[in-house]
Nanobody
Framework: QVQLVESGGGLVLPGGSLRLSCAAS????????MGWYRQAPGKQRVLVALITSGGYTNYADSVKDRFTISRDNAKNTLPLQMNSLKPEDTAVYYCRAWSALNSVWGQGTQVTVSS
């Protein structure tokens, strides 16, 4: 069974940076795809960035050129570097891992961008 645990959230000033990380454990391999989603209050959960098993990345238009997703298959971690943060980036950020037959979510980490 795969488990995902996010960390690195917090309060940051507009224009600041945060680095989230997702630690995966259990029966996960490099063949799984992984991604970050976020859910702002009163809104639906949406994709922020993903990285496939082959290393292909894709970003939401709202975070392109500001966020960078990567993965360390040896350590089973999924960092998300977030720069030039804006108040509209405030949300709970969730890590997700999925394969052809399975989909697993983490519990989420709060990111608040405010002065």
């Amino acid at each position: 069974q795969v488990q995902l645990v996010e960390s690195g959230g917090g309060l940051v000033l507009p224009g600041g940076s945060l680095r989230l990380s997702c630690a995966a454990s259990g029966s996960i391999s490099s063949t799984w795809h992984m991604g970050w989603y976020r859910q702002a209050p009163g809104k639906q959960r949406v994709l922020v960035a993903l990285i496939t098993s082959g290393g292909y990345t894709n970003y939401a238009d709202s975070v392109k050129d500001r966020f960078t997703i990567s993965r360390d298959n040896a350590k089973n971690t999924l960092p998300l570097q977030m720069n030039s943060l804006k108040p509209e980036d405030t949300a709970v950020y969730y890590c997700r891992a999925w394969s052809a037959l399975n989909s697993v979510w983490g519990q989420g980490t709060q990111v608040t961008v405010s002065s």
